[in-house]
């Protein structure tokens, strides 16, 4: 009877450390996700919580303590700065200068989605960085910059970080993004088909199709449905490698294809005319955009599967980034970018 009696005793403890532990742990969750971030006591005890921010791709996370190593990273950069020549003063501890700290978290936060979606990209596509892999991009990063010393000194007194701390946050992901990129480029060719879409384009206008047809037809873009019409321009408002072309094209002639920086071209000069001794052109356009790693890692962004589970953010899976989930926090970030456009000091 006695060891009965004991053997429930025992039982009811255990309960009641177990009803205890999940007690403490929805308590934790709750501090962690809902409370009040102003709270010094919170914002230490966020900085160091193993939860995720987000979930990236069903495995992978970004945890609380992560974000806050980063900004912090960040944060004392800033604050290393010699912004004396600009009139600029860095200052976090105001209420001011913590709600401009956070929108450099929330920059943190999507450049680490960044890099986690191109890790995800890459281990799918069978690439993977070994160590050795990694030791060496240490090594070219740091004939880059200066002596390993040097170096070395420079991260620690800006980010407060190691050369593991510089090897993880910075040359791996490097690696990984350039690899993936390399991935891209022999996966899809991009270059191949934007000239295969320009050369048919041309092929239709040898042929006699008019130019808006063609443009209708083939050119991408807003002005296709205008028949490529661009309206009037200096050569100094066009693109380096157009100008030459269009200053020296015949009117009303379409041009050979010729390549930029964006894509592919078919100029049409349609009148030239002088104003205030400055040349102006009439121009229209056949313009096949080459797709850039950046073009496909954006819609890769857009389409990857993340849950953003701090309140104060949400997934925004039209431009693929974390944003803001209150409204006033994201026009206080829009009116920092316009200030910050006339006065540097507004930036940070």
């Not at 742990?25 to 010094?40: E, G, I, Q």
């Not at 010699?82 to 501890?93: C, N």
């Not at 010393?149 to 007194?157: G, I, K, N, S, T």
């Not at 955009?289 to 389409?303: G, V, Y």
């Amino acid at each position: 009877m006695e060891a009965t009696l004991k053997k429930i005793r025992w039982s009811t403890m255990a309960y009641g450390v177990m009803a205890l532990l999940i007690l403490l742990f929805v308590a934790v969750l709750v501090a962690t996700y809902f409370a009040p971030r102003h709270l010094s006591l919170v914002q230490s005890f966020i900085a160091r919580a193993p939860f995720p921010v987000a979930i990236v791709g069903y495995r992978d996370m970004i945890s609380f303590a992560e974000l806050s190593e980063n900004t912090s990273s960040i944060k004392r950069f800033y604050e290393n700065q010699d912004f004396a020549k600009l009139g600029v003063r860095i200052d976090f501890s105001t209420e001011d200068g913590q709600k401009r700290l956070r929108v450099r978290e929330k920059e943190v936060l999507n450049k680490m989605l960044e890099d986690a979606v191109i890790k995800k990209l890459a281990k799918e596509r069978g690439i993977f960085v070994s160590a050795e892999m990694a030791k060496q991009g240490v090594a070219r990063k740091l004939e880059e910059y200066g002596s390993g010393q040097e170096v070395q000194a420079d991260l620690a007194r800006l980010y407060g970080w190691k050369l593991a701390d510089f090897e993880e946050k910075i040359v791996l992901p490097s690696l990984y993004s350039e690899k993936l990129n390399e991935s891209f480029v022999k996966e899809f060719d991009p270059v191949s088909k934007a000239t295969t879409k320009i050369e048919k384009a041309a092929e239709m206008l040898r042929e006699g199709s008019t130019y808006s047809d063609v443009a209708k037809q083939y050119s991408e873009g807003q002005t296709a449905l205008k028949g490529g019409d661009l309206g009037w321009f200096a050569l100094a408002d066009l693109a380096p490698e157009l100008r030459s072309l269009v200053a020296s094209q015949q009117v009303g002639t379409a041009g050979n294809v010729v390549e930029s920086s964006l894509g592919f071209h078919i100029i049409l000069v349609e009148e030239v005319k002088k104003e205030k001794s400055e040349q102006l052109y009439k121009i229209k356009q056949i313009f096949v955009r080459k797709q850039t790693f950046a073009d496909w890692l954006e819609q890769e962004m857009k389409e990857a599967p993340v849950w953003v589970l701090d309140p104060f953010y949400q997934f925004d899976t039209e431009t693929g980034r974390i944003e803001f989930r209150k409204e006033e926090w994201r026009q206080f970030e829009e009116e920092l970018i316009k200030k910050a456009s006339g006065d540097a000091s507004f930036f940070f």
